[in-house]
Structure formats: structure tokens, C-alpha cells
């Protein structure tokens, strides 16, 4: 389809109000994905990234947890943390434990889907590693088992959470808490976030992490 195609397609939606409502949907979107970004709690990203950096420095691993959109979420954010721009910058050694599906069927079917990463963490956790759980609500179950592992085994912990957190709030050393109950919203700033922590540790890849420096040197002065 070409351009002049979609503004026919819009020109048709309009006179049926389509076009005004879509436009109107985006802005709000925008505008309450905007609002709670800036509501997250700068000190608490602080300490974020400073005990992600103590992963990479002591050579520890990082695991990332999280089902539906934020099990997606989960596998970006140990993608972006374990790539490397240049020899100046090491990634962090990371794992999604929402990657092997031959896994977590079986441990969902032989076990119970609560346990999916209790399990696993109960088996590759050592001191010194750190666990991300995502999760918008809060209060999954199998997110809350897995806290719960990482606390018994003295694992810190950062939640990228939603709203006040849920239960998981409770459970976890580091929360990055989005203020918003739209899940959408709460997925967008996650996915920020993880990009976010990856430019702030450096393994932001080039030109991203060239802005971000621009950016920063803009501020400071």
C-alpha cells in the first residue's frame, strides 16, 4: 500500500470518526506511557544498575524471569545486558529462564506452572547473582516462588513491577515500580527500562549509546 493509498483509507475513516478516534488513542497512549516513565524512581534505577554492574565485576550471572509480554521482556533485557558495543565494555553474563520451552513445559506439567522458575533457580542460583523479575501485576505466583528462592538462597533481587508492586514489592531488594494500570502502558516503560539500563551500563550498542552521552554532557552543563 502506498501513502496516498493510506491517506484515502484515512479520509474514509474520518468521515466515519475512525481517523479523529485512532489519533486520539495514540495521543493518550503516548501521554500516559510519557507520564509514568518520568514517575520512576530515579534512585531506585541508581541502584539498579549498580547491582547489575557487581554482576558483571564478579563474573556472576544475572536471571530474568517473567510470563506473557513480560517473559518477552525478560529474554530482551538478557539480550541488550550481555551485548557489547566495543573491547572497552563487557556485556553481563545472562539467562532467561523463559527461553527453554522444552523446560518449562515439563516442570509446568510434572510439577506446577508456579514453580516453572523456582526450580530452575533453585538449581543454577550461586552468591552473588542477581534475579530481574518482571511483572506487571505483581502477583503471579510463579514470579512470587522464584523471589522467594532467590531470598532463601540470599540472592538480591530487581523487580520491574506494575503499579505499587503487587506482592512481588515486598519480596524484592530493588523495585522499579511503573504507576500506571494500563498493562500496555506498564509492558512500553518496562522495555524501556531494560533499554535504559543497558545504555547506562554501556552495552547500549553505537550510535545509541553516542546520544545517550550527548545527552548526558547536555545536562551537566
Given at each position: ?13 474520518d468521515g ?22 518520568l514517575a ?52 553481563l ?7 527453554n ?63 505499587s ?10 523495585p ?7 498493562y ?21 550498542r ?16
Amino acid at each position: 500500500m502506498g501513502r496516498s493509498d493510506v491517506r484515502d483509507d484515512a479520509n474514509a475513516l474520518d468521515g466515519r470518526g475512525g481517523a479523529h478516534r485512532a489519533t486520539a488513542v495514540c495521543t493518550a497512549f503516548q501521554n500516559l506511557v510519557a507520564d509514568a516513565a518520568l514517575a520512576v524512581e530515579p534512585n531506585e534505577f541508581a541502584s539498579a544498575v549498580r547491582l547489575l554492574d557487581s554482576v558483571r565485576t564478579n563474573g556472576n550471572c544475572l536471571y530474568a524471569i517473567g510470563n506473557g509480554g513480560s517473559a518477552a521482556t525478560a529474554g530482551h533485557l538478557a539480550c541488550d545486558l550481555a551485548m557489547t558495543s566495543g573491547p572497552q565494555v563487557a556485556g553481563l553474563r545472562t539467562n532467561a529462564l523463559t527461553g527453554n520451552t522444552p523446560l518449562l513445559s515439563a516442570l509446568a506439567n510434572d510439577i506446577g506452572y508456579d514453580r516453572v522458575f523456582s526450580e530452575q533457580l533453585a538449581r543454577l542460583l550461586t552468591p552473588g547473582d542477581v534475579v530481574v523479575a518482571i511483572s506487571v501485576s505483581g502477583n503471579s505466583p510463579n514470579i512470587l516462588e522464584g523471589l522467594k528462592t532467590a531470598r532463601a538462597r540470599g540472592v538480591r533481587t530487581v523487580g520491574l513491577l506494575g503499579g505499587s508492586g503487587g506482592s512481588a514489592a515486598a519480596l524484592v531488594d530493588v523495585p522499579l515500580l511503573v504507576d500506571s494500570d494500563v498493562y500496555g502502558v506498564v509492558e512500553t516503560v518496562h522495555l524501556g527500562l531494560v533499554h535504559s539500563l543497558a545504555l547506562a551500563l554501556g552495552t547500549g550498542r553505537g550510535r545509541s549509546q553516542d546520544i545517550l552521552e550527548s545527552s548526558l554532557d547536555g545536562a551537566q552543563g
